[in-house]
């Protein structure tokens, strides 16, 4: 019920810096827990950053000082501001919305189609 598309995904390089956004429809938008999520060749996909309804951040320790999370919930955006960008920030880069479904029940959780970003030496 919820559709995600992200965008702003580039080549750059080692230093440089890129804004990630992802544009919602369907479903109450501020009602949902954001998050970017990574997935590297080879490697486990990793939660990047998440905000919540509310507007309360984290961060994974590799990206902390680095990577800013923020959303609009009028415009039923949110993005990710990247900052110092490294060579081991490469990824296809996710949002993911979830919404829990009651008291002892499962999170709904929504895709997008994933944006490249590679990061050169």
């Known amino acids: 019920q919820v559709q995600l598309v992200e965008s702003g995904g580039g080549l750059v390089q080692a230093g440089d810096s890129l804004r990630l956004s992802c544009a919602a429809s369907?479903?109450?938008?501020?009602?949902?827990?954001m998050a970017w999520f990574r997935h590297a060749p080879g490697k486990q996909r990793e939660l990047v950053a998440t905000?919540?309804?509310?507007?309360?951040?984290n961060y994974a320790e590799s990206v902390k000082g680095r990577f800013t999370i923020s959303r609009g919930n009028a415009q039923r955006m949110v993005y990710v501001q990247m900052n110092s960008l490294k060579p081991e920030d490469t990824a296809v880069y996710y949002c993911?919305?979830?919404?829990?479904?009651?008291?002892?029940?499962?999170?709904?959780?929504?895709w997008g189609q994933g944006t490249q970003v590679t990061v050169s030496s």
């Open positions: 369907g479903g109450t938008f501020s009602s949902y827990t």
């Open positions: 905000i919540t309804s509310r507007g309360s951040t």
């Open positions: 993911n919305a979830a919404l829990k479904t009651g008291p002892v029940g499962p999170w709904r959780e929504y």
